[in-house]
DNA sequence: ACGTCGCTTGGTAACGTTACCATGCATATT
DNA sequence: AATATGCATGGTAACGTTACCAAGCGACGT
């Protein structure tokens, strides 16, 4: 099993001397094929076989100052709303020679800020950003970063460069509303913890209700406020929403406040688990109690009975924040500085009574 | 805003003769601080703050001819399965200089190729790659490696240099076997499509059923062979499976088979969708029909009736391969080449009758 | 016949870092 | 006293590629 360094690497050198050739010509044959004659090409192609040659990215990297990475940094991966996301990406990197490099930042600021760090060390095309809570020391990177850098999923008026998103205060306070056009009057709030995307859609929904003078903090049910993070691991899927807990969170409100006539679920994933909770105490859905998530994933739809939500941009944000890279690598003008993509709220029977 | 190249970059030189030191001991003070003396290293730290200095890491790896960069290829990332691998492997990479990259291959040979060659390029320090279903090409790449490769999530005699997963064969048959026990009779078999793993869980069926006599291909519903790959863009998460598809499949079943009395889904998502069909029509589970799914995502649990399923340990294969990685770095002895982790086929509710 | 243009080709100096070896100096060993 | 040892420090040659400029050469216009 080798493990390092079996000898020397072949170089660009080595396939230039065996094509007879400069290594000029067998980098341009590299790069830029059309600019070298038919026969040549040949030559080196059959070189480059023969010698299984791999040219050096990071050499390449350090002599032409840049790289093709575009460095994508999200705070969970196995929340499938940035899977949409980076989906996106990937089909926005289609037919370019751009690179997609994931990171994981785990909802952690610290991870965030090492990796922002590591990825600027490497001089990346461009950097794609979930959300707008980027600490300060954060912000000053991307700030000084000399390539694209756009920010997803979120809305603010003052972005690094750009930005591509939607409101999630909007998002939240018309769910809502429309949860209390349906005619539900005491519409509880599911949420396990708050950061700014979630705490924005809390705020919407805090909103409706106290225009409607039926806000009650007895309703709302945040867990707790931050998620633990216990020694050395990080943010992970036992921590964050899971149907279980949601439907821990309807067995309690079933309990505690058994005049409480809907909810309005953080996060679809949650939903499904109140859905289930009904489902077993013989609670009818959306007669007794109206559901609502965020999100919009295919369960959702699929449901029964189909549970209502909010379909958001994700794939979209994604797709489009890769172009705003690409065109401004091409020296294209890249539009706005900010891009409201909206949301739809998506109405089925479990909040249609 | 800025595009590119806005003059020199500041280089280590700079730091050192800010410093008023020589270079080498800045590149210490940098990697290794202990052989650095203290008074040194607070000058160098301070002329590195005052300039703003950011280390160039694609010089660092062609001057040293290494990365720190473990490449993880996974073929999906808006199916949970490998999310948690990933999980697994940076909970691997703490307290290391190690950096994860994830590479999305999309279910495509073609694009883990590319990738794999790409990755090759830049001299990682280690390469985890989901499965054993690589091309003859790729494999004779991993094979030609100067670095650790480890697959993961499946199982062979004969891996590349190292495999930490489980037999999807004998998950299916196990599975199988238990409804065959739990009393079931007139098993069927739902999947979108069939990969290698995927295709393991469906032999392991298949010969549970005929060792016991029930085989009958005509409860078998795979959809279509391979998914539909549209022009452009590669497989995603409309493509595989759905909640809406397995609840489809189970209204088909019941249409056309109104004898078969239980569903072995390849996949949790599937599952719930059948089990969503079934609550639709009033077709009690697992009295009238049993479900089983794979996975054994947390909604199994928390479904009504909760749903059987099998649990593959996806964070540890992470978790290990990256371990595995670091010792074989380290030089350490990394173990046998060949790792079964097991599984658990998890009976509940939804199989219990 | 002579310059000029366009095209292909190649020599060489960066690019920013680390590996390798050398140096100087204080301390330990004989 | 002489020599060996250990530690901190620095000079310089790689590392493998591309940017930049120069040169060769046939074709074309005057």
Redesign the interface.
């Known amino acids: 099993?080798?493990?390092?360094?079996?000898g020397k690497?072949v170089t660009i050198v080595d396939v230039a001397t065996r094509a007879g050739v400069g290594v000029m010509t067998v980098s341009r044959a590299l790069r830029e094929p059309s600019k070298v004659s038919k026969e040549l090409r040949k030559v080196i192609d059959k070189a480059i076989a023969d010698l299984?040659y791999?040219?050096?990215?990071?050499?390449r990297?350090?002599a032409s100052?840049?790289?093709d990475n575009v460095a994508v940094l999200v705070p969970s991966?196995?929340q499938?709303i940035f899977?949409?996301v980076?989906?996106g990406v990937?089909?926005g990197v289609?037919?370019s020679a751009l690179?997609?490099?994931?990171?994981?930042t785990?909802y952690s600021s610290e991870v965030e800020e090492e990796q922002i760090?590591?990825i600027?060390?490497?001089?990346p095309a461009g950097i794609i950003v979930s959300g707008i809570e980027q600490t300060p020391a954060c912000r000053e990177m991307l700030e000084?970063?000399?390539?694209p850098v756009i920010q997803v999923m979120d809305m603010t008026d003052a972005p690094i460069?750009k930005i591509i998103g939607f409101s999630h205060v909007e998002a939240g306070r018309q769910m809502t509303q429309h949860l209390i056009d349906a005619g539900y009057r005491k519409i509880a709030f599911f949420a396990r913890w708050l950061n700014g995307r979630s705490g924005g859609r809390f705020q919407g929904y805090r909103a409706a209700l106290e225009t409607a003078g039926l806000f009650d903090p007895d309703l709302v049910d945040l867990t707790e406020g931050e998620p633990e993070r216990p020694h050395?691991?990080?943010q992970?899927?036992?921590q964050i929403s899971?149907?279980?807990k949601?439907?821990a969170m309807m067995y309690d409100l079933l309990d505690r406040r058994p005049d409480a006539d809907a909810v309005f679920c953080n996060t679809d994933?949650l939903a499904?688990?109140a859905l289930?909770?009904c489902?077993?105490r013989g609670v009818s859905v959306p007669e007794k109690m109206g559901i609502a998530g965020f999100n919009d994933f295919?369960?959702m739809?699929?449901?029964?009975p189909p549970l209502s939500s909010v379909r958001i941009p994700r794939w979209q944000c994604g797709y489009d924040a890769m172009l705003a890279v690409r065109r401004?690598l091409a020296?294209e003008d890249f539009g706005p500085a900010v891009v409201d993509l909206g949301f739809d709220v998506v109405r089925r029977e479990s909040t249609t009574r």
């Open positions: 099993m080798p493990v390092r360094k079996s690497q299984n791999i040219p050096n990215l990071n050499a990297a350090l100052t840049r790289t991966l196995t499938n899977s949409d980076i989906r990937y089909d289609e037919d690179r997609v490099e994931i990171f994981n785990r760090a590591a600027l060390r490497h001089q000084r970063a000399q390539c460069q050395g691991h990080l992970d899927s036992q899971t149907a279980a949601g439907r994933v499904i688990g289930f909770a489902n077993s295919d369960y739809e699929a449901a029964w401004q020296g």
